[in-house]
């Protein structure tokens, strides 16, 4: 075989890390610096008004633009723009450690040798940082993200609009080593994400017929503290994890209002 085939078979069996970009100049210097080991790099963009398209050119990615419909069609999309067997969604304000780094380039091998006999794809554990502070429970650790997938078995529900998660064609491995999240920089941030994503969320519901009814209003975001401050532990992390849990539990009752809106 000559050295541009088997070059070319290592990147069909490779991985390419893509990122989804939207005015992340800030935060995509950090992740790009953390995904030398890939085979390729990929930046699909949705639009930034700031200089993320130039940063991503400039890291060595190839930046791909695409406008944004929801989530899930973005990642969708993404996947086939990827020219290796595997794909590692990270997000911008995510940092790949070497350990983690090792541990997918093993998978990668292995899938490799084991053909179709291989995982679909694999769960990450993610740990989650808060103002500095790495966070052990309430639903913050582990955090597993299916993001290392085969992109010929994975594919995104087009109508789930957020949160969303792949559906695989095969069996799903874990790799232990933890994908960093570097999150929120301020409270303000916080709300507004979870803002956004209520409103998602109350779409999602209502396009899958979930049924609203007034008792909830009470019930649903009281099981979410109790399972995000309890039974998640969130209590091990103190006043933040108790701060979290109660902004969580907001954060359902502002869906369940979006979602009696929409209905």
């Known amino acids: 075989m000559s050295t541009a085939a088997t070059a070319a078979g290592r990147r069909a069996d490779g991985v390419t890390a893509i990122v989804l970009t939207l005015d992340e100049a800030e935060h995509l210097p950090g992740c790009l610096a953390t995904l030398g080991f890939a085979d390729a790099l990929v930046v699909v963009d949705s639009g930034s008004r700031d200089a993320t398209p130039a940063i991503a050119a400039a890291g060595g990615a190839r930046v791909v633009h695409h406008p944004f419909e929801n989530y899930s069609r973005q990642r969708q999309f993404a996947l086939s723009q990827a020219a290796t067997r595997w794909v590692l969604f990270v997000d911008a304000d995510e940092r790949v450690p070497?350990?983690?780094?090792?541990?997918?380039?093993?998978?990668?091998?292995?899938?490799?040798?084991a053909g179709a006999s291989a995982p679909a794809g694999y769960w990450l554990p993610r740990a989650n940082h808060f103002w500095g502070r790495r966070l052990r429970g309430g639903g913050w650790w582990p955090d597993l993200q299916l993001r290392?997938?085969?992109?010929?078995?994975?594919?995104?529900?087009?109508?789930?609009?957020?949160?969303?998660?792949?559906?695989?064609?095969?069996?799903a491995g874990r790799l232990e080593a933890p994908l960093v999240h570097l999150n929120y920089a301020s409270w303000s941030e916080f709300r507004a994400k979870q803002r956004a994503y209520a409103d998602l969320d109350a779409r999602r519901r209502t396009a899958e017929g979930w049924r609203f009814r007034a008792r909830q209003y009470v019930g649903q975001p009281l099981r979410v503290f109790v399972d995000r401050f309890v039974r998640q532990?969130?209590?091990?992390?103190?006043?933040?994890?108790?701060?979290?849990?109660?902004?969580?539990?907001?954060?359902?009752?502002?869906?369940?209002?979006?979602?009696?809106?929409?209905r």
């Open 98 to 113: 070497p350990a983690l780094a090792g541990a997918v380039r093993a998978a990668v091998d292995a899938a490799a040798r």
């Open 233 to 262: 532990q969130g209590w091990r992390d103190g006043a933040l994890g108790l701060a979290l849990a109660a902004h969580m539990a907001w954060y359902e009752l502002r869906t369940l209002r979006a979602l009696r809106r929409r």
């Open 148 to 171: 290392l997938l085969d992109r010929d078995r994975a594919r995104y529900d087009p109508e789930r609009a957020v949160h969303e998660v792949a559906q695989l064609d095969g069996p």
